[in-house]
């Protein structure tokens, strides 16, 4: 007789993995993304994939009855391995309000709905509660979030909208819609235009040099370089659009966005 939920689940990228263990999941998890950090345990899992390719030989031995996978990024992999047979969901979400949507749909899928509803809740009232902090501020601070420093990249969507949560004010409102990184390309010279008071970076897969910030052409009268408010963001902490984005993410921008109102005497 077939279980009648999930049982056998390869994850392709860190945030259903995190959300699977999070819902009390995890040992249904076969398969993970080479990438996965979150939580340390599940690196223990074999590793399938990366983030633009994965080894169907190793997913097939897997035996998955079900593989879950992320945007239009994945879509040529989902595609194979629909042609292998397998049974493959894809989730494409950009915004904080589409992350909570995904951990409710995970919870539904795999047979844990009550218990992905009380997860995205408790994540929504805790952005809240970072939300009614930030209210005390008596001046927003202007922000740039770079993904990347080499085309310079502004922050995507759901990014953003953590500043905003965390008390901050993007300098691009405008890029956080552009799905793709080709479109959120910005020239530094807007930023220096812009002058934001506080810059974040998360280069995935690369260390932060702060140099590398300071030094750009004519960005020693940025606010944020002069008063020394640069700070990294590991990747798998902000850019994971899941659980750990909407916790570990957007504590430490709350925390970096105050220290600097304590430091203005905002």
């Keep these: 007789m077939s279980p009648r939920f999930p049982e056998r689940i ?3 990228t ?8 999070l819902l009390g999941a995890g040992d249904r998890v076969v398969g993970v993304s080479g990438y996965t950090a979150r939580p340390p345990e599940a690196r223990r899992k074999p590793k399938v994939s990366a983030f633009l390719n994965a080894r169907f030989d190793k997913i097939a031995a897997l035996r998955p009855d079900l593989v879950l996978a992320f945007s239009d990024l994945q879509a040529d992999i989902a595609a194979e391995l629909i042609r292998r047979g397998f049974t493959v969901l894809t989730f494409n979400q950009r915004s904080v309000a ?26 929504e009232r805790d952005l809240d509660a970072i939300r009614a902090a930030a209210a005390s501020f008596r001046r927003r601070p202007r922000v740039f979030f770079e993904e990347w420093d080499a085309p310079l990249i502004s922050g995507i969507r759901w990014v953003e909208e953590l500043v905003e949560i965390a008390g901050g004010d993007p300098i691009f409102p405008e890029l956080r819609h552009a799905g793709l990184a080709k ?9 220096r235009a812009a002058n934001p008071d506080v810059i974040f970076a998360s280069w995935c897969g690369k260390k932060v040099r702060p140099a590398t ?29 899941g659980p750990a984005s909407l916790t570990e993410g957007v504590r430490q921008i709350s925390d970096r966005l105050r220290q600097w109102s304590l430091a203005n005497g905002h």
């Design 98 to 123: 589409e992350i909570l949507q995904m951990i409710r749909m995970l919870g539904a899928l795999v047979g844990l709905g009550a218990a992905g509803l009380d997860l995205a809740d408790r994540l």
């Design 213 to 241: 910030i300071t030094s750009r052409r004519g960005w020693a009268s940025v606010a944020a370089v002069q008063n020394g408010h640069i700070y990294e963001i590991k990747s798998t902490y902000i850019l994971q659009p």
């Design 14 to 21: 860190e945030e259903t993995t995190e959300t699977l263990y």
């Design 10 to 12: 390869v994850c392709l």
């Design 183 to 191: 479109d959120r390309i910005v020239d530094p010279d807007r930023v």
